[in-house]
């Protein structure tokens, strides 16, 4: 089956600490998006990648980083310098053109708790 | 910028009452796409509209964009426990981007 993998599922960071989030994709969609969402909220976006080895930066990309090294796959690394990193973290990804078909497809999605 | 409302915020109906969620653009939209997602899940497609004064219908679910295309809603006939979950809108910024609005969380007492 096609479709989005994200691990881990739950993870727990302490204070300080860099963490990188995986997600890979087998339905060799072009786009690849990064949401985070806090309870309660609707989804921010972090990063977004329309092709390999380019990505743009969303609304929130501060203390966040990304690569985009193949297709399948956009991890998001947390790093320390976020300042309220605990969040449920969405990856999505796209077709990435403009046929009208450009659905979100998303990952099931990693729940990050920093201690 | 371009921001997308989502009205209400939450919405508890007993169940077989009907229920509706409203999305509003600041901007006229190319096209309009609703998510559900269940409690602990993720959001999954259910319809991209894209003509003005558009409707569909999925069984239950009644989905119209505005003549202007700058607003949207999302209705759903009779409510079932099934119908739990959030509702979110998303418009594009471009078509590599999307708008969420804050989503319309249904609770369906049995």
């Known amino acids: 089956d096609g479709g989005i993998t994200q691990s881990p599922k739950y993870l727990f960071r302490k204070e300080g600490q860099n963490v990188t989030l995986s997600c890979e994709q087998n339905?060799?969609?072009?786009?690849m998006y990064w949401y985070r969402q806090d309870p309660g909220q609707g989804l921010r976006l972090i990063y977004y990648?329309?092709?390999?080895?380019?990505?743009q930066k969303g609304d929130i990309a501060e203390g966040y980083s990304v690569s985009r090294e193949k297709k399948e796959s956009f991890p998001l690394t947390v790093t320390s310098a976020q300042k309220n990193p605990t969040a449920f973290y969405l990856c999505?990804?796209?077709?990435?053109?403009?046929?009208?078909?450009?659905?979100?497809?998303f990952g099931a999605g990693s729940r990050l708790t920093v201690l | 910028g371009q921001q997308v409302m989502q009205i209400p915020q939450y919405q508890h109906v007993q169940e077989g009452e009907d229920f509706t969620t409203y999305c509003n653009s600041s901007?006229?939209?190319?096209?309009i796409q609703w998510y559900k997602q269940r409690p602990g899940g993720h959001p999954v497609f259910l319809i991209q509209?894209?003509?003005?004064?558009e409707v569909k219908k999925q069984k239950r679910l009644t989905f119209q964009f505005g003549e202007a295309k700058k607003n949207s809603s999302l209705h759903i006939t009779a409510t079932q426990t099934t119908d739990v979950g959030t509702y979110f809108c998303?418009?594009?910024?471009?078509?590599?981007?999307?708008?969420f609005g804050s989503g319309t969380k249904l609770n369906v007492k049995p």
């Open positions: 999505a990804s796209s077709i990435g053109d403009s046929s009208g078909a450009n659905v979100l497809t």
């Open positions: 339905l060799n969609h072009d786009a």
């Open positions: 990648s329309q092709i390999v080895n380019d990505f």
């Open positions: 901007t006229t939209l190319s096209n």
């Open positions: 509209l894209v003509k003005s004064g």
């Open positions: 998303a418009g594009p910024r471009n078509f590599n981007k999307f708008y």
